[in-house]
């Protein structure tokens, strides 16, 4: 079974351009998860996704973000215009909801480097 | 607000010594647990998880992991580290299989 996987794996963009970033979950996951990990700080929640529906977007930072999931399948994570501290690590999970309990765990992807200089 | 503490930023051990990685949660509902760990180079792993049940988990690797409802606790330990530990270690809760929420992190270096 493949994994989550995230596109591309490093970003180098300069400030005020934007960037894409891409995530496959894992087949048959309604849960699509953002995260992002700012260099040495904690990883943080930006957003969740069941299905193509945003269930909890309280962590995105601010509306140069931007996250769809067209058709509930991948998942595109937008960044317009970046700026220099948009830096840092951007992860995607995927979880699959389970007899109605909610106890999932979620599978994490490689995720993507992002630098903006 | 949900919130994650772990006690270390950095731990540094040498080969064959005991591990113990704090981690303490802010939330009162019912939570599932975890830690993760990151090597060099790779991405994010499950090492354990709590949903219920037995308190002491045991995960892969050797890990184990006790939860302490009262104390809001749930510390990762191994008996006998190896080099190959080295990581990053991540104590995690999620609120019944949404949203998780992560903590700082431990950088761990094992030597040999």
């Known amino acids: 079974e493949a994994g989550v996987t995230q596109f591309p794996s490093h970003s180098v963009i300069e400030k005020g351009q934007t960037v894409t970033l891409r995530c496959d979950p894992i087949s048959g996951h309604d849960n699509l998860y953002w995260y992002r990990r700012v260099m040495g700080k904690e990883i943080k929640f930006l957003l969740h996704?069941?299905?193509?529906?945003?269930?909890?977007e309280s962590g995105m930072p601010n509306n140069r973000f931007l996250a769809e999931r067209t058709g509930g399948t991948y998942s595109t994570l937008k960044v317009q215009p970046a700026e220099l501290e948009d830096s840092g690590v951007y992860f995607c999970?995927?979880?699959?909801?389970?007899?109605?309990?909610?106890?999932?765990?979620?599978?994490f992807g490689q995720g993507t480097r992002l630098t903006v200089v | 607000a949900q919130s994650v503490s772990q006690h270390n930023h950095h731990v540094i051990l040498s080969e064959a010594a005991s591990l113990e990685l704090g981690c303490n949660y802010s939330?009162?509902?019912?939570?599932?647990l975890f830690w993760y760990v990151q090597y060099p180079g790779q991405h994010l792993q499950l090492l354990l998880k709590y949903f219920s049940g037995d308190p002491l988990v045991k995960g892969i690797k050797g890990f184990e992991a006790e939860f302490i409802k009262s104390k809001f606790s749930f510390n990762l330990r191994k008996p006998s580290v190896q080099w190959s530990d080295t990581a990053e270690y991540f104590c995690?809760?999620?609120?019944?299989?949404?949203?998780?929420?992560f903590g700082a992190g431990t950088r761990l270096f094992v030597k040999a």
């Open positions: 999970a995927s979880s699959q909801k389970k007899g109605g309990t909610g106890d999932t765990e979620a599978f």
């Open positions: 939330y009162g509902g019912t939570v599932n």
């Open positions: 995690a809760v999620s609120n019944r299989g949404f949203k998780t929420i």
């Open positions: 996704f069941v299905k193509e529906s945003k269930q909890d």
